[in-house]
């Protein structure tokens, strides 16, 4: 068997890791991959955007299977290019990625789905958006309707601050084209819960549900990043709540993007508002796994990720996932000045073997011309802990970060403290 997996952060070798510890013996390509993926896959270096050279190189290589990573290629069409030359694909076509590449598009399908989410309106002018915010209850979330690397939603205490942000995304332009339109939403009150499913458009099978911890800082503040830890499997995620996500979210996103000519093959992600009555509203739906969430929940697949990948790579069903019973945490390392102005450039040192329990997956290194390990993004490793309790998953998360070492390191020693604080640990 021959594979090939897209992307190049920690989510890229979380895949290549599962996918060998599956396939011993197969071949496993990434494009471009990091020093991580490179080892346990052979490195191809070629952009995740380059959708020629990729095409090309599935080509040259012969490769049966390719998994997309990252939503830009996915809403640029690199499934639909390498469909149409007869290739096995993990990700949708982009028509169907619009679910995430567009706000916009995703609150509309939601909407006429009868899918539960807070009530929004989309604009492109700034004074009816200013008008809008003017009366709007507080808080409030104003979002920018493009691919933003998850930085697009700005949580806003008060109508004053909803209004700089939707100034600075129609009047100063700061998202750039992502921002030029803009969704205002209510704000949702409750916990968030990342359901991941794997699905031809029909069929499904869940991955653990997955809590990630967006902001910065501890205790859940400062501003958004693209993920500095997450957990799985998280309580609140009960077989009942699942259920429903999976027939009043799942199933109605994948039968309205059927019915209108774009039927979703791929990774759904449903990321949940969970209230405390239990009902789940949607915050918004990512056309691929997440990042942090992929080095938390492979690493409790004991079985069947590739089966399930090739059988909706075929149009097929996916066979059930073999999950066992443990926990697992994940801390992500970031470089100081993250996410605004990562310090890169560093050298990394790393304890020769990971500890008991614990995969260090690379996101953000590269090496330099003599070999030597450094740090060249703002994630730039996500330290997973398992365990047979999450109190063991998070202490191994834990330790094993802190044998990474750069300067300039920064990690929250608080992931899963929602779980923990439930579970009285
Ligand atoms: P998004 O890019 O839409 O996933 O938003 C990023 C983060 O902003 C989410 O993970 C939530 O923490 C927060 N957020 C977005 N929309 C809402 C909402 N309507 N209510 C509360 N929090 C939200």
Known sequence: MRLLVIGSGGREHALCWALRRENPSATIYCAPGNPGTAEVAT???IPADDIDRIADAADMHG????IIGPEVPLAMGLADRLRAEGRLVVGPNAGAARIEAS???????MEAAGIPTASSRTFTELEPALAWVAQHAEPLVVKASGLAAGKGAIVCATRAEASAAVTSMLGDNAFGDAGSVVVIESFLKGEEVSVLA???????ALLPAAQDHKRIGEGDTGPNTGGMGAYAPVSIATPTLLERTKREVIAPCLAELARRGTPFSGVLYAGLMVDEAGNPSVVEFNCRLGDPETQVVL??????????FEAIGRGDGPPP?????EFAVTTVLASEGYPDKPRKGQQVSLPASAPE????????TTRDAEGVLRVSGG???????????????????RAAAELVEFEGKVLRRDIGWREAARLGS
Do not use: Y
């Open 43 to 45: 490195n191809i270096p």
């Open 63 to 66: 490769i049966d299977l390719t």
């Open 103 to 109: 706000k916009a598009f995703s609150k509309e399908l």
């Open 198 to 204: 794997i699905t031809n458009g029909r069929d499904v």
């Open 299 to 308: 690493p409790l697949v004991r079985g069947g990720l590739t089966r399930a």
């Open 321 to 325: 996932l073999d999950i066992g019973d």
């Open 357 to 364: 329990g614990a995969m260090i997956f690379h996101a953000g």
């Open 379 to 397: 994630r730039v490793f996500a330290v997973t802990g398992v365990g047979r309790t999450f109190a063991e998953a998070q202490a191994r998360s």
